[in-house]
């Protein structure tokens, strides 16, 4: 389970048409369109993989276009510094189970 | 100063910004602690949502105003020391030394951070070492090391403050030192002579853009008290009035925020024009203006070494 946190310390700025994003620790600014904006929406109390599911529902396009749209979003906020990549969760459940048997 | 804005004429000006997309003002003046409806000001800043700096001589701060700049968006409260109290109060006068490290502490107190100023001249390389383990023991979050540069009224003190060549080496090898003695404090140099290594410079360096100006980075204008347009907080150039004019307007169609933007690194002249960092430094334009008449010529004062 991929999950990306936001940053703390973060100034937002809604103008209607784009959402700006101010790291003012760093001096970066981010300017998000609609689309980047709804994967932002989204990132709060989801993983990847809902968002990716509730951006191709939402703009009615298929699972892995919706995909690449997300994680470009998401590489580049990322890459500003914006949000942070939390470990991936991998269920292994049955393999500790396996392990304890 | 005669003709300032009114606080109803801030209050557009802000609201100008805001819908320009501005996220951080930077307070300063003179001393903008002097008029009187600053905390009005801020009350007005703090509700729209601005990040602030406040740039104060640290002598007049109070609880008051603490209070309110604790309850914003701030990154921090500068404060100058020019060195250790003789050289400090050579420079900002008697007894100012010890208002402003109460002031520090004020700020400290209330959980603001804290960005000291110091101008670092002939007089005060000396002190900067003292004045770094000063600020450890204060809490200070930055220190923030700035040449001195001879314009306005320090054209007067260029022979007792301005550095020579030696004296930017040995300041290079201070600033060099106090970084790795001091890790907890985050100090920044006049980017000029630090240029390898420096993030800012390198990032600036992969779009071919000069990180030395703000508005030829097209980021910062500074607004006057009089409401005047400037894109350089050195030497004033009249962009605009926004008593006269939408900011927006100024901002966009000004024929000096023009002349800036528009600064191709291929004409630069002199020392400037030969310099391997002539597109990521391109070194200062007004300063090139004021001393040689020529917004392409040398900055006179370039602090590489």
């Known amino acids: 389970m991929e999950v990306f946190v936001k940053k703390e310390k ?92 | 100063m005669e003709n300032e804005l009114s606080l109803d004429e801030i209050k557009d000006l802000l609201e100008q910004l805001y819908f320009m997309g501005v996220m951080q003002l930077d307070i300063t003046g003179g001393e903008p602690l002097l008029r009187p409806d600053l905390e009005a000001i801020l009350h007005t800043i703090r509700e729209m949502g601005f990040v602030v700096t406040l740039l104060t001589n640290g002598t007049l701060l109070d609880g008051n105003v603490t209070g309110i700049l604790s ?54 390389l000396n002190d900067l070492e003292n004045l770094a383990q000063l600020l450890v023991g204060l809490n200070v979050d930055s220190l923030l090391l700035a040449e001195f540069i001879p314009v306005g009224r320090g054209m007067a003190w260029e022979k007792d403050f301005f550095l020579n060549k030696e004296e930017k080496t040995m300041f290079k090898e201070t600033y060099v030192r106090i970084k790795a003695m001091f890790p907890e404090l ?18 600036a360096g992969e779009f071919k853009k000069s990180f030395m100006c703000g508005l ?18 050195l030497i004033i150039f009249h962009a605009g009035n926004v008593r006269t004019q939408s900011m927006r307007e ?56």
């Open chain 2, 216 to 233: 030829v980075r097209g980021d910062w204008c500074q607004i006057m008290p009089d409401g005047t347009v400037t894109p350089c907080d």
């Open chain 2, 71 to 124: 309850s914003m968006d701030i990154k921090f409260v500068q404060i100058p020391l020019e060195g250790m109290p003789e050289n400090h109060e050579f420079v900002r006068g008697g007894g100012t030394f010890d208002r402003c490290v109460d002031s520090i502490r004020l700020l400290k107190r209330a959980n603001i951070p804290v960005q000291v100023r110091t101008t670092v001249s002939k007089r005060s």
């Open chain 1, 10 to 101: 973060l100034k937002c700025r809604d103008l209607g048409s784009v959402l700006l994003i101010y790291d003012y620790a760093n001096g970066v600014v981010v300017e998000l369109n609609e689309s980047a904006r709804f994967v932002w929406d989204c990132l709060d109390n989801s993983n990847v993989k809902d968002v990716i599911q509730k951006f191709s529902d939402h703009y009615g396009v298929d699972i892995n276009i919706a995909s690449e749209d997300v994680y470009s979003v998401l590489n580049e906020l990322e890459a500003k510094g914006i949000i942070n990549r939390k470990a991936v969760l991998k269920q292994c459940t049955n393999l500790i189970t396996n392990l304890i048997m």
């Open chain 2, 250 to 305: 100024i901002w966009r169609e000004s024929p000096v925020f023009r002349a800036f933007r528009g600064f191709d690194a291929e004409k630069l002249k002199g020392s400037c024009g030969d310099c391997g960092y002539k597109y990521i430094c391109g070194g200062c334009r007004a300063l090139a203006f004021l001393y040689n008449g020529d917004f392409y010529a040398e900055d006179p004062v370039c602090m590489k070494v």
């Open chain 2, 186 to 203: 985050a100090v920044q140099g006049g980017p000029y002579g630090y240029l390898e290594g420096h993030k800012g410079f390198k990032e």
